[in-house]
């Protein structure tokens, strides 16, 4: 059993990144990613914690980019050297704002909100979901999804639109740091199955090295459809549970909802062959590796 796909406290996953690696220890899962939202300052973290442990962790990222309809979620995984990316900066920058006009719209509709509310909720990246969090637990909204649709989502009062980096920027960065760089959860992306192929048939054509076909929310044959659609097309098929600890109850780490556990099968070899080099215990700073 496998997990590429893993988010932690340093944006909106419960567990800090030992925690996971500890868990995944637990659960003798083969290798873990953890991925998180626009950020990769949790992996160092992982390294110190998957020293002398049998789990092999692939260091990853999670990027969100411009496109409609919905969001487009490009995985980093198997990076090295992403210390003071300015491309990170600027994502980092982009968050910044749009979360202080998101705080300032909500203090102006009479909710004390601050923005140490929310970065008590997360060591990395701050999103929607802390703010969704924030309205269900002052009872605003029951839970949040509700957060989500009744505030948070385009056309809702505490909706504001946030700079996104495009495609290129998001593959050009993934390619500067050695890693491959994945399309996440495609079936997520609310368009059929035939718009589907030809989007990530443009994808592709745009440098993207892989795709996520196996992943927590996915309908069984959809699925099984985008592995036969990867495999002819050659490219890696990667295999991620989405786990966000208690923030995601439903998702449990190392599996799927309609496939059961994550199987090695979707963990390409060519990060197999790559953490050996990253992980090694001669090297002193995995990163420079
Ligand atoms: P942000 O990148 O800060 O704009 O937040 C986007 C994140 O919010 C996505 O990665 C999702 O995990 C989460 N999200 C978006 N829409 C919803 C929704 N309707 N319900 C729950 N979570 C959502
Ligand atoms: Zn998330
Ligand atoms: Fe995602
Ligand atoms: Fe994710």
Redesign the pocket.
Known sequence: MIDLHIHSNYS?GTLSPSEIIKKAERLSLKAVAITD?DTASGLNEAFNAVKNKKVVFIPGIEL?VAHKPG?L?ILGLGIKKWENAPILEKISLS?KKRNSSIVKIMNENGLNITFKDLENQTKGTI???HF?AWLKSRGIAGD??EA??SY??WGKPFYIP?ETITLTEAIDFIHSCGGKAIIAHPLNIPVNFTVLLEKIERWLAAGIDGIEAVHSGARRNLTKRLISYGEKKGVLITGGSDFHGVNKPGIKMGKTKELGEIGDEYLPEYFLRKSVSISSPKSQDPQLT
């Open positions: 909106d939202h969100s969001e979620h968050r999103g929607r979901p969704a949040i999804n989500f649709s948070l989502t946030r």
